[in-house]
């Protein structure tokens, strides 16, 4: 936890929680990370976050997403820094580009958080959602389906929203869930081809919370950083 040794301090910040607060540190393996990024991760578990700004910084800059997520998650929920949107955005997306599955999801939470001020924002919540959707992640569909059934989103995103239905029907082992989709599917099938979404979009739109690790079902999918 946070002000641990050194030696002995092995958690890092949740990616999942896009409202996360500079006083939470869940904890986590540091399987898979760099040196360089384990370093800046125990600094900022020890409130040295200047430290830790200055690695990420250099680790990102040469393409690590260990390091571009943990900049977007401080900076987007002003995690020991003050929040800056745009810098956030910046490393959230740049981390999503590399197709990293746990990045794209964050990005398309952050982007839907905010889709009820910028129009914009909704559309790229659904599109990076469609990325992850096509490498067969559930979630991402599951997502995918609830946002185009919520906003009534044109014809082409019904159209793949009503394919991972289909996909999610066969899929799902939930006997609720199994139901869910198909209730989707018969809503999806009516939406209005080319209904435009700004006359959908809601400033009351709900944030997309990630699920925790426990409940993810796609196989290489966890909810840890990188």
Request: glycine share 8%; with cysteine; charged share 25%.
């Amino acid at each position: 936890a946070a002000g641990s040794d050194s030696n002995t301090d092995d958690t890092v910040i949740d990616s999942t929680d896009a409202s996360a607060s500079s006083g939470s540190s869940p904890t986590a393996p540091l399987n898979n990370y760099s040196l360089e990024m384990r370093n800046a991760l125990r600094l900022h578990n020890q409130g040295k976050t200047a430290e830790a700004l200055k690695i990420a910084d250099t680790e990102a800059e040469k393409g690590d997403v260990v390091a571009m997520n943990f900049l977007a998650l401080l900076y987007t929920n002003g995690m020991g820094v003050p929040v800056d949107e745009d810098r956030g955005e910046f490393w959230a997306k740049r981390a999503a580009d590399t197709g990293d599955i746990d990045a794209i999801k964050f990005y398309a939470a952050y982007m839907y958080s905010g889709a009820g001020k910028e129009l914009r924002k909704l559309i790229e919540a659904v599109e990076y959602l469609g990325r992850g959707a096509d490498t067969g992640d559930i979630e991402c569909m599951k997502r995918y389906v609830e946002i185009v059934v919520a906003h009534a989103i044109g014809d082409k995103p019904a159209k793949k929203a009503y394919k991972y239905c289909n996909y999610l029907i066969q899929n799902l082992t939930g006997s609720y869930e199994k139901e869910k989709a198909k209730k989707d599917k018969i809503t999806i099938s009516r939406l209005k081809r080319g209904k435009s979404v700004a006359a959908s979009i809601s400033y009351s739109a709900t944030p997309y919370t990630p699920m925790p690790a426990r409940n993810r079902t796609h196989k290489g999918c966890g909810w840890w950083l990188g």
